[in-house]
Structures are given as structure tokens and as C-alpha cells.
């Protein structure tokens, strides 16, 4: 190996170094919060000398977080199905099926991509007001699910890569559309169907801005919303409390992540090369 392709070898890895730091220093950082004592959330030394669970009993028992963390996995579960359901359908069609305004409907969802959610916070308010949607987590729900326009084109992407001589043959058999997209195209899409229900469930799980429009009642808030009570209303300053409910509301993404890692591997690595 020349020298040049050594001293370049050693800076990527440092490069890799410094980025993986700054990446874990953070959440070590909050995790060591969590334990301190006091209401603080800096610290003099990297490693509290005195170590606390009372921040998480204070937690589980003074506040409603239990509570927020059912709501919000109740409410991300169903936007993550619908979403499938709606992005597995759509694809399919715009993949296989040939019908008018094809083209300019693929545009279409790209061009709605660029606009953030939260240029229709007005439009929501509006809604919310005239039909009485209030407080009514059916309705965020199926606001949250419809915003699927960019896993529509994902997994349209990575059905155009399965055979089409799969369908031919199916349909030579007398097979219908419904066979060949239930019993062909959803088994071979599996890793990428998976990559979509873990994105958008992380995406509920940390929305804000919508939530936040349509839930008004504590019995109502989810996860982020709670946790914004922590240092806005009552809570106001103890952010090692905050800390603590961070801490904890992360493990559910964890495990998620833990339990569906080798589908997440296979979709994503299926796209970059397939793609």
C-alpha cells in the first residue's frame, strides 16, 4: 500500500472517529442526566459523582408519561398500517397498472414531497373548527397516514425491479391483480414493506407541530407533546426529569430496531443496489 493511500486510510478512519463521538457524546450526555440529582441539566464533569433513579420514579409516578408513551405507540401503530396499505396499493398501481394521468400522478406526489406538513397547520385549524375535530386522534391519525407521497415513490422504485414475467405467468394461469399483489409482489417487496412501517412509525412517534393542533386534552397527548410540558408548564426547569422521560421514550424505537434490523438491512441495501 503507497503511503498517500495509508495517510488517506488513517484520516477517513479519524474522520469516522470524530463523527461517531459527536454522534454518542449527546445521548450520553442526557443519559448521565437522567441519574444526576438536582434539576440542572449541565453538569462540571462528564460522570455525576452522585448517581439517582429518583428521576425516573418521579416519572412513572407523578406524571402521566405512561400514559403519553400508550397513546402515542397506539396512534403511530395504526398510521404506520395505514400508510402500508395505502403506499403498497399505490405503488403497485403505478408500477404495473397503465391508466390515464399515470405520469402527471407520480409528479404530482413528487412536487406535494417539497412542501412541509406544517404549511397545512392553517388549513388544519380550519378543519378542526368547522367539522369538530377536536381532541379526536381518528382524525390525526388519518392526517398523519396520508402523508405517504415519498414512500410511494420508494417502493414503486423497488417493485419496477421484480419481474415482470412473475405477473405474465400468473395471469396465464388466470391469476387476478389481487393475486399477483398479494401472493407475488408483497412476499418479494417484504424487506422494503418493512423499511416503510420503520420509518414512518419513528415519524409519528416524534411529530410535534400536528399533534399538537389537534390534541388539546392531557388525557390525549402523546409522547411529544408530554414531554413538552416538562419544561414549558409545571415542570418548568427539570431537565433532569426531561432527561429521564428521553432516556425511556427512546427504548420503543430501540427495540423496534432491534427486532427488525435484518428486514431494515435487506430493504435498504435491495434499494441502493437496485434502485
Given at each position: 500500500?503507497k503511503?498517500?493511500?495509508?495517510?488517506?486510510?488513517?484520516?477517513s478512519r479519524?474522520?469516522?472517529?470524530i463523527?461517531?463521538?459527536?454522534t454518542?457524546?449527546p445521548a450520553?450526555?442526557?443519559?448521565?442526566?437522567?441519574?444526576?440529582?438536582g434539576?440542572?441539566?449541565?453538569?462540571?464533569?462528564?460522570?455525576?459523582?452522585?448517581?439517582?433513579?429518583?428521576?425516573?420514579?418521579?416519572l412513572?409516578?407523578?406524571?402521566?408519561?405512561m400514559r403519553?408513551?400508550g397513546?402515542?405507540?397506539?396512534?403511530?401503530?395504526?398510521?404506520?398500517l395505514?400508510?402500508?396499505?395505502?403506499?403498497?396499493t399505490?405503488?403497485?398501481?403505478f408500477?404495473?397498472?397503465r391508466f390515464?394521468?399515470?405520469?402527471?400522478?407520480?409528479?404530482?406526489?413528487?412536487?406535494?414531497?417539497?412542501?412541509?406538513?406544517?404549511?397545512?397547520?392553517?388549513?388544519?385549524?380550519?378543519l378542526i373548527y368547522?367539522?369538530?375535530?377536536?381532541?379526536?386522534v381518528?382524525a390525526?391519525?388519518l392526517?398523519?397516514?396520508?402523508g405517504s407521497?415519498?414512500?410511494?415513490?420508494l417502493l414503486?422504485?423497488?417493485?419496477?425491479?421484480?419481474?415482470k414475467?412473475?405477473?405474465?405467468?400468473?395471469?396465464v394461469?388466470?391469476?387476478?391483480h389481487?393475486?399477483?399483489?398479494?401472493?407475488?409482489?408483497?412476499?418479494?417487496?417484504r424487506?422494503?414493506?418493512?423499511v416503510?412501517?420503520?420509518?414512518s412509525?419513528?415519524?409519528?412517534?416524534?411529530?410535534?407541530?400536528?399533534?399538537?393542533?389537534?390534541l388539546n386534552?392531557?388525557?390525549?397527548?402523546?409522547?411529544a407533546?408530554?414531554l413538552?410540558?416538562?419544561?414549558?408548564n409545571?415542570?418548568?426547569?427539570?431537565?433532569?426529569?426531561?432527561?429521564a422521560?428521553?432516556?425511556?421514550?427512546?427504548?420503543?424505537?430501540?427495540?423496534?430496531f432491534?427486532f427488525?434490523?435484518?428486514?431494515?438491512?435487506?430493504g435498504?441495501?435491495?434499494?441502493?443496489?437496485?434502485?
Open positions: 500500500m503511503r498517500t493511500q495509508r495517510t488517506g486510510l488513517w484520516i479519524l474522520v469516522i472517529w463523527a461517531i463521538f459527536c454518542l457524546f450520553y450526555w442526557i443519559f448521565m442526566a437522567s441519574f444526576s440529582e434539576q440542572s441539566f449541565f453538569s462540571a464533569t462528564l460522570f455525576p459523582k452522585a448517581l439517582t433513579t429518583q428521576n425516573y420514579e418521579r412513572i409516578s407523578e406524571t402521566d408519561f403519553w408513551v397513546n402515542s405507540l397506539k396512534i403511530c401503530l395504526w398510521v404506520s395505514i400508510q402500508l396499505f395505502l403506499t403498497s399505490s405503488a403497485y398501481a408500477s404495473r397498472l390515464p394521468g399515470r405520469k402527471n400522478g407520480l409528479m404530482t406526489l413528487l412536487v406535494l414531497q417539497v412542501f412541509p406538513s406544517s404549511m397545512a397547520v392553517s388549513g388544519y385549524y380550519i368547522r367539522f369538530g375535530l377536536s381532541d379526536s381518528f390525526l391519525i392526517v398523519l397516514a396520508g407521497a415519498f414512500n410511494i415513490w414503486k422504485a423497488y417493485i419496477d425491479t421484480i419481474p414475467e412473475l405477473d405474465e405467468a400468473a395471469f394461469s388466470g391469476a387476478s389481487r393475486v399477483v399483489f398479494t401472493r407475488i409482489i408483497l412476499p418479494l417487496a424487506p422494503q414493506l418493512a416503510i412501517f420503520v420509518f412509525f419513528i415519524a409519528s412517534y416524534s411529530e410535534y407541530v400536528i399533534s399538537s393542533v389537534f386534552k392531557p388525557g390525549n397527548h402523546t409522547l407533546l408530554g413538552q410540558t416538562f419544561i414549558t409545571q415542570f418548568a426547569a427539570n431537565w433532569t426529569l426531561f432527561a422521560a428521553a432516556v425511556l421514550s427512546s427504548l420503543p424505537i430501540m427495540v423496534m432491534m427488525m434490523q435484518r428486514f431494515i438491512q435487506n435498504l441495501a435491495a434499494t441502493g443496489v437496485k434502485g
